[in-house]
Each structure stands twice: as structure tokens, then as C-alpha cells.
């Protein structure tokens, strides 16, 4: 059962690869907005994905997080999150993160819980399905 409160604490180090440059999201060699969103998607994933039933997984629905400073490659960020609602099959999350040195991104991510297999058909429909 996902409880409101249930934390994690999740921690990257800056690679070039992770970077708005190589994202082509900026022309910078610092931490992309992508890769900051990735970064808190697959914490709240990894949270509750333990919790899920047999078949069950997540899917991201809602990002709203706000990137406020820049991460140089080599530095280390982490990403706090918590369940801070729940309902029915909606996980709503808070999602702090911050370098070694202060808040870099602040915000909310929503996932809804799915059976992944009938999600995956659908998806697949819709490439089977003319017009």
C-alpha cells in the first residue's frame, strides 16, 4: 500500500552525457532540464514500484518542476521524494533537488497506476489503427 509520506533519496553525479549540450536542450556543459525531469521521474518510480502488484507499474502523467540553477558535470545532485497524495490510482509526488551546493529544481510529478501490459496494448493499437 502507497502511504502519504513514503521518502526516498536518490543520488546522481553529473556526467556529459546528462548535459543541455548533449541534449541539445542548451548549448551549456551543465545539468539539462531533461535529464533534471528524468532524474525525479525514476526516483518516484523506483519508490513505489516495490509496492506494485504483479503486472502493475506506473506511468508519468503530470511534470511540473521548476529548474533554478546550474549543475556542472562532475558535481553530485540528489532528489528527495514524497508521496504527498494519493488517490485512487493517482500518486501525486514532491520532488526536491539540489547540488552540493543549493536547490536546483522544485516541484510536483503525478504518475498513475497502470496494468502494463493492457497500457502496452494500447499503445500498440494505435499503430495498428488506420486513420
Known amino acids: 500500500m502507497i502511504e502519504i509520506g513514503l521518502k526516498t533519496v536518490d543520488e546522481y553525479v553529473v556526467a556529459e552525457k546528462d548535459t543541455a549540450k548533449t541534449f541539445d536542450s542548451g548549448a551549456l556543459h551543465i545539468l539539462a532540464t531533461p535529464m533534471l525531469i528524468c ?3 525514476r526516483s518516484c518510480k523506483n519508490l513505489v514500484q516495490p509496492l506494485m502488484d504483479e503486472g502493475m ?3 508519468g502523467t503530470l511534470v511540473n518542476i521548476r529548474h533554478m540553477a546550474p549543475t ?3 558535481m553530485k545532485y540528489r532528489c528527495e ?3 504527498i497524495a494519493v488517490e485512487g ?3 501525486r509526488f514532491h520532488v526536491t533537488l539540489s547540488d552540493e551546493r543549493e536547490i536546483i529544481g522544485e ?3 503525478e504518475r498513475f497506476i497502470v496494468n502494463e501490459e493492457r497500457f502496452q496494448s494500447k499503445a500498440e493499437r494505435k499503430r495498428n489503427t488506420e486513420g
Open 39 to 41: 532524474s525525479a521521474e
Open 57 to 59: 507499474g506506473t506511468v
Open 72 to 74: 556542472p558535470v562532475g
Open 81 to 83: 521524494s514524497e508521496v
Open 89 to 91: 490510482r493517482l500518486i
Open 107 to 109: 516541484g510536483i510529478h
